[in-house]
């Protein structure tokens, strides 16, 4: 698989093709896997995708601390905000469903991760709805963004142990807003700008979960990760340009989840974890999950 | 070598692809070593898995993979009360199984009885999925679960290699990784194989008849 976005983009750009056909091309010869079977593989991601947001929407999932549980069906059904009707009220209802399937013990698909799971679903199949997308094209949607998270676990890192939540939601969002912007007809540099363009918006965010767990506030930073994944795209299909290279950018963000003190990697030490709320309801919720 | 599928995958039972599917392929790893589900087992957590186990339902996921569930199994999330109905002896313990970086934060050793087979195992969850069992029964081993494995440990003879490839090809099976370890020239070797297809049965017990060979283990893949 390639190590940099640069050269996959240099690639695609000298034959015309789009970056979902080099990523696929690379796939099939390190791995010996024929495309067919590759974009079969990545159909039935689509599928368990797009049936977790269904089952996140129902609104009747808890956790198993009952700390997060029923906020993506308030978002389909509760009162209209400045959003209501858009595509980015979809796309932040259907990030939070997949986190609250994740979080009740449900089944996801992990893209990059389980912790970050929302972004790419929600992003993908939120535009799809609105634009009548295929699930060809959302086929190799995925494959594009299984490109850009490679090159990020090449470059840097896509665990919140290592390297925090902006190795997780940061990098889902990347690859959303790469993959996304592809799928509406951006070039391959355009989508590079927008993998740019989303993750300098999450450099440097802690990975502070209460309790250790996936729950609280990793399921909200699912829905405001994929809101910085739109925000990229609208800037990049725009034509806006980021002047640092999303190769630099990932490169930084692995430089600081390196520097990132171990409080903010996923340990539960520091952050929202570490407030007298976050402990407080950790001590609480855990107690009651040992009892159940 | 990255793979585009690893990245969009794998699908799995939440919360966490190291808590949860990880640690559902660990438990998968150690019924492997009685062939079956086992009898009794006693799971002993350290670090991590032992603080925040139990909100991740780490319990859940290594009991599922005993009971032969996979990661994307939804009766992880019954794992225990199934293992209450039938009445299976899994005890949970937390330990400190050493200090970092020798044992991962996010280790187990589970010892697994089954008839008249006892095995322990020491595995650790990496992150993302993926595992490494690094002991079997005490011999050091690296067993990663992406492809069915055959793991031994034989005399320093010579021809074993050939022996032991000789019964693999025999049956059609391609190797992908042989890994041949020892401590001193005459002493045990320690033998991982990554195979392509899943070794049959006579396989292992062609491997096991072998007068030089004192431990062979075959474990399935359980993920990539």
Not at chain 1, 247 to 262: A, Q
Not at chain 2, 58 to 73: N, W, Y
Not at chain 2, 147 to 157: F, L, Q, W
Not at chain 2, 176 to 200: N, S, Y
Request: aromatic content about 2%; hydrophobic content about 45%; some cysteine.
């Amino acid at each position: 698989m390639y190590h940099s976005l640069h050269e996959a983009i240099r690639d695609a750009e000298a034959r015309g093709v789009t970056l979902a056909t080099v990523a696929l091309e690379i796939e099939s010869r390190d791995h010996g896997r024929t495309i067919d079977e590759i974009r079969e593989v990545l159909g039935r991601a689509l599928a368990v995708m797009r049936h977790s947001v269904e089952h996140g929407l129902t609104g009747d999932l808890r956790s198993n601390s009952g700390l997060v549980g029923g906020d993506a069906a308030k978002l389909r059904t509760g009162p209209a905000g400045p959003l209501a009707g858009t595509v980015f009220r979809d796309v932040l209802m259907r990030a939070l469903a997949v986190q609250e399937v994740n979080a009740a013990m449900g089944v996801i698909v992990a893209a990059p991760t389980a912790g970050g799971a929302g972004v790419l679903p929600a992003v993908l199949l939120g535009i799809a709805k609105q634009q009548n997308f295929t699930d060809d094209q959302l086929i190799s949607a995925l494959a594009t963004a299984g490109l850009i998270g490679a090159v990020v676990a090449h470059r840097a890192s896509l665990s919140g142990a290592e390297g925090g939540c902006q190795a997780e939601t940061g990098a889902a969002a990347g690859m959303a807003a790469g993959a996304a912007t592809e799928m509406l007809g951006g070039t391959p540099s355009q989508a590079g700008h927008a993998v740019a363009l989303a993750q300098q918006g999450t450099l440097g965010l802690v990975c502070d979960p209460l309790g250790g767990l996936v729950e609280l506030p990793c399921v909200f930073r699912n829905a405001t990760a994929s809101a910085i994944a739109l925000a990229a795209i609208e800037m990049a299909m725009a034509g806006i340009t980021f002047a640092i290279p999303a190769d630099e950018v990932i490169d930084t963000m692995g430089e600081i989840g390196r520097e990132m003190d171990v409080r903010y990697r996923e340990t539960a030490g520091g952050g929202l974890a570490a407030t007298p709320t976050g402990r407080r309801l950790a001590k609480e919720r855990l107690v009651q999950i040992k009892r159940v | 070598m990255v793979s585009i599928l690893d990245i969009i995958g794998p699908v799995m039972v939440g919360p966490s692809s190291s808590h949860t599917a990880g640690a559902c392929r660990l438990g998968l790893i150690a019924r492997d070593l009685v062939a079956g589900t086992p009898e009794s087992a006693l799971i002993e957590l350290h670090g991590s898995f032992a603080r925040t186990g139990e909100g991740h339902g780490t319990d859940k996921a290594i009991v599922g993979g005993l009971l032969g569930f996979r990661p994307d199994d939804e009766r992880l999330r019954d794992a225990l009360t199934i293992m209450e109905k039938e009445g299976l002896d899994f005890r949970f313990e937390k330990t400190t199984l050493g200090d970092e970086p020798d044992v991962h934060p996010n280790s187990v050793r589970i010892t697994v009885k089954r008839q008249h087979r006892e095995h322990v195992m020491l595995g650790a969850s990496l992150g993302a999925g993926r595992i490494k069992v690094s002991q079997i029964d005490g011999y050091p081993v690296e067993v990663d679960g992406s492809h069915h494995t055959i793991a031994m440990v034989a005399e320093d003879v010579k021809g074993s290699i050939a022996r032991i490839t000789g019964i693999l090809s025999d049956d059609g099976v391609n190797i992908a990784t042989l890994r041949l370890t020892r401590k001193h020239r005459g002493g045990d070797a320690f033998i991982v194989i990554e195979v392509d297809e899943q070794p049959a049965d006579r396989v292992r017990d062609d491997l096991r008849a072998l007068s030089w060979v004192r431990w062979t283990h075959r474990i399935d893949k359980v993920g990539g």
